[in-house]
């Protein structure tokens, strides 16, 4: 190769190699500032402060929910199979919301236990099935109906 | 010389570049329009609802494609600088910059749908996850690129900063891609990978079909544009006077 083009393609590899690294090296340092959710079982080993908006994230405890009998009140638990936080929310759920979903909720401990949401999201997975599909997969037990996820 | 060196050296010829596109085109415009075709019929009529999004998972047809193509693009533009910053060719600087506004359409398309898509399966329009923030990190990649290109009067020193400028913006695409497995994010992880798909192949189809669709409208789209660039910065040149004088006569 021409001494001119070897010179510009090493001069632009080390552009290259430079920004890569320092970008690596600022997302590695940024990595617990990136997380859009914590899940239950952060909040016990975090020590999260209470008072302070945070999101939450994880499955809805099948069997957990319980609605208020006027009004939009809901009590849930969001579990991440090791530990459980009771969220209240008063508000619109997504349509997507369910027992087993995985969702996100934006709110504050009220008490080391009680998840006090302003905003719940639903999260689904990356599993797209027609529904006879999946409801064949459920009978034989190998799909649970409503997509999980929100350990992803 | 063999053939493939050879294709590239002619490729690299202003006159041959221009008729050789120019033959090309009609094609590419015409595969698009019947796979599109056949991707939005079976994506929008075909395809069976989703388990548990319903209907509103249709969106995936043009989500998920766009989104492909505005890191694909992206990639291409890069590579297409680089070509031109170490060898100079202007073809390559031609392409490069004419490539940014397409994938600027697409990466606009990928948030518009998306942001869509999200009201009615997660809730909301829009948050701030990793995914999502860094997408909108490469539409204000694609609108720097062609910022800086309008920037300069000279074309061949636009063209060098701008793909300088894509180059750098290199290392947003493993961002992107990596975003929802190295971080919690509200997007959920890729459906297709290295391992396979995880989604039905009743549905995978349309979406393939109209991944490849996309790829052809860019293909013209490109070439269309690089056409047009190249006659305007040559419009004093010989070939192009001959060009004319032959449309006209």
Known sequence: ?152 | MNPIMKFIHLMGSPPWFYQFSGRLIPWLWGLFVVLAACGLYLGLVKAPPDYLQGESARIMYIHVPSAWMSMMIYALMAVMGFVGLVWHVRIAEILAISSAPIGALFTAVALASGSLWGRPTWGTYWVWDARLTSELVLLFLYLGVIGLYSAFDEPRKAARAASLLALVGLVNLPIIHYSVTWWNTLHQGSSIGASGSSIHPSMLWPLLIMALATKFYYAANLLSRARIRLIEQDQRKNWVRELLQEGTA
Request: glycine share 12%.
């Open chain 1, 1 to 152: 190769m021409h001494p001119t083009r070897k010179r510009r393609m090493i001069g632009l590899l080390v552009i290259l190699i430079g920004v890569g690294l320092a970008s690596a090296v600022t997302i590695y340092s940024l990595r617990q500032n990136m997380l859009f959710f914590v899940s239950p079982s952060d909040i016990g080993e975090q020590d999260l402060p209470m008072g302070r908006e945070f999101r939450l994230g994880g499955l809805v405890e099948p069997g957990s929910v319980r609605r208020a009998a006027n009004g939009l009140a809901v009590r849930f638990t969001v579990t991440d199979g090791v530990a459980a936080v009771t969220v209240d929310y008063d508000g619109i759920l997504p349509d997507l919301f369910r027992e087993g979903q995985g969702v996100i909720a934006r709110g504050q401990l009220q008490t080391r236990e009680l998840f006090v949401a302003r905003e719940v999201l639903a999260k689904h997975d990356e599993n797209y099935m027609p529904p006879e599909v999946a409801e064949a997969l459920e009978e034989k037990g190998m799909h649970n109906k409503s997509g999980q996820g929100a350990d992803g």
